[in-house]
């Protein structure tokens, strides 16, 4: 015995079938990578600490100005930790530095924004 042939079901009117492959733009990106990530660190486990709240901070206030980050940061830090410090806040870059030891760390934020915070040698 064969089966009664029956159309296929079709989908409500107004609708596809089609898969909707999920938007995502740059916002989206940045909004699911919003912490710091630390690519390396010899500081102390406080000072990276306060080190990273200070990057994140000064990143998240200036997230259209790198400048105005860097120099927020190393002003902090400065006072917190006594000077000189200086600091790189940007994306695409690379470095090869003299620094006091135990007084250096490399963070990402953002997704791609790379921030170097370091003691410089005096």
């Not at 009117?13 to 990578?33: I, K, L, M, N, S």
């Not at 259209?64 to 940007?90: L, R, T, Y």
């Not at 791609?112 to 005096?122: D, E, M």
Request: aromatic share 10%; with cysteine.
């Amino acid at each position: 015995m064969t089966e009664p042939e029956t159309a296929p079901a079709q989908p409500p009117e107004g609708t596809t079938t089609e898969p909707v492959a999920p938007q995502t733009d740059e916002g989206d990106f940045r909004r699911q990578h919003n912490y710091a990530l630390v690519k390396y660190s010899d500081m102390n486990e406080d000072m990276l600490t306060e080190a990273m709240e200070i990057s994140v901070t000064a990143c998240e206030k200036f997230s259209s100005n790198n400048e105005n980050a860097a120099k927020m940061i190393k002003e902090s830090m400065d006072k917190k930790f006594g000077p000189p410090w200086c600091v790189v806040v940007g994306e695409g870059f690379s470095f090869d530095i003299s620094y006091t030891m135990k007084h250096i760390t490399y963070i990402f934020f953002g997704g791609s924004l790379g921030i170097c915070v370091w003691k410089c040698t005096t």
